[in-house]
């Protein structure tokens, strides 16, 4: 048995490497080789983007194991416990599980030098040899050509929305950043493309490998007709597939239906009678995740950059409230937050704003409270942690009011003890 718990291993891989982000492949990749992680016994998925990686990956596990595939997922970042990024099954890996593998990579590594996210991408492919999944899902954390999970050759590959975020390390425009989540593309392998209008830099790289691009609205999309969505696909073989569900679903279209591509091109049977319902059931945590309070409404969303939480606009835009709707909203400060207080116009009655002390990132509620009084906004809230602003918010909540808690991971992460302590007390009482 280890002598490190858990919480002491992640304590540490903090500190072993000079850098939270070193882009590229050699290291752990010549670690991965050492421990014999390669080439995957199983297919994979490997899903980069700007935004909607976590929901498509979320649709592809739940709908892989209602296939009745064993299933390995790989996400970041996690919202409440390292143990979220490392799934096998529908379930979080344990505690024990984990720290065997980081052992085991420890060992391996000798003098190499490996990031925080490095190890947590080969413990997952570790963890997935060992309960021999039948399909690894594996969603890239930063960018995709030299992202840790690029040293896995996937069976597919699935490229979601392109937008402007992380431009210090993937370029000042759509081209270049879609060039860098179109390094995850090989020759001859299918890649899903889920973005409307895809750069032409993404689109110079998909040609240059010699890939085998699927396109929303061509190979694959939907088309909502009253009560149902058809939705269609394309096979391996190129024969065309149709198939309907609830239109009122939380992940967005356009990832459910690229998650379901997807999955039709590693040979996964979806004309089932259950996969309306699967799909009903898949709602990622943080990703316009609905919590009713008693008459009142908590909506949660990582959304932290201006065409995420557009798609958050839209969303709250397009369902009912008869009550106020209030935002509580803290990001980190080197988004574009301007563009982002901007995508919201209209959306909300009040802010509440709040200091992260505890992350060097994140912005000053001072300094966004500016950014809202620059664009009219009157009605603002600032408190010295998230965890007030939560109170506050919820102290003048009537009901029919709902709150958006928006901007980032930590901030939603930050916000759910204090939520699920409203859920117990509402159950209790």
């Known amino acids: 048995m280890s002598s490190e718990s858990l919480a002491q291993w992640l ?12 882009l590229g492949l050699a290291r752990v990749g010549a670690v991965a080789d050492r421990m014999e992680l390669l080439p995957l016994s199983s297919p994979a998925i490997s899903i980069a983007g700007t935004n909607g990686k976590g929901s498509t990956a979320a649709v592809i596990e ?11 997922l790989c996400s970041s970042p996690h919202l409440l416990s390292f143990n979220e990024r490392i799934r096998v099954d529908g379930k979080n890996a344990c505690d024990a599980d984990i720290v065997a593998a980081f052992e085991a990579i420890d060992t391996a590594r000798a003098d190499i030098s490996l990031t925080y996210f490095e190890f947590s991408t080969l413990a997952a492919l570790y963890i997935f040899r060992q309960y021999q999944v039948d399909l690894a899902v594996l969603e890239v954390g930063l ?40 390094g995850i593309v090989r020759l001859d392998v299918p890649v899903v493309i889920a973005d409307r209008e895809p750069p032409q830099g993404l689109l110079a790289v998909v040609e240059e490998q010699g890939a085998l691009p699927y396109f929303i609205g061509k190979e694959f999309g939907w088309t909502d007709q009253g009560n149902t969505r058809q939705i269609a696909l394309r096979t ?28 039709a091109l590693v040979g996964v049977a979806l004309d089932e009678p ?86 060097e990132r994140a912005a000053t509620a001072t300094d966004l409270a500016s950014e809202l009084r620059a664009t009219g906004s009157t009605m603002i809230s600032v408190s010295k942690n998230l965890r007030q602003a939560y109170r506050r918010a919820r102290s003048v909540m009537e009901e029919g009011d709902r709150l958006v808690v928006f901007g980032s991971f930590h901030t939603v992460a930050a916000v759910l003890p204090a939520l699920d302590k409203d859920l117990g007390n509402l159950v209790s009482g």
């Open 274 to 359: 259950w996969l309306s319902e699967v799909l009903s059931s898949v709602r990622p945590a943080g990703r316009l995740q609905c919590v009713e309070l008693g008459g009142q409404q908590v909506i949660l969303d990582v959304a932290h950059n201006p065409a995420a939480v557009s798609k958050l606009h839209e969303y709250i835009s397009l369902t009912h409230c008869k009550g106020k709707t209030l935002a509580l909203f803290s990001v980190m400060k080197d988004k574009d937050i301007q563009s982002i207080i901007e995508a919201t116009a209209g959306c909300f009655d009040a802010w509440f704003l709040a200091d992260q002390p505890d992350i």
């Open 143 to 182: 960018g995709g050509r030299l992202d840790a999970v690029n040293i896995v050759d996937a069976t597919v590959a699935v490229i979601t929305s392109i937008a402007l975020d992380h431009q210090d390390w993937l370029g000042d425009d759509r081209d270049a950043i879609g060039g860098e989540k179109a």
């Open 11 to 22: 304590k540490r891989l903090e500190l072993l490497h000079p850098s939270e982000i070193d």
């Open 236 to 263: 391996v073989s190129g024969e065309k597939l149709s198939l309907s569900c609830d239109p009122g679903l939380t992940v967005q279209p356009e990832n459910v239906c690229a998650g379901l591509q997807a999955l």
């Open 62 to 72: 739940a709908v892989a194991i209602s296939a009745g595939l064993s299933t390995g």
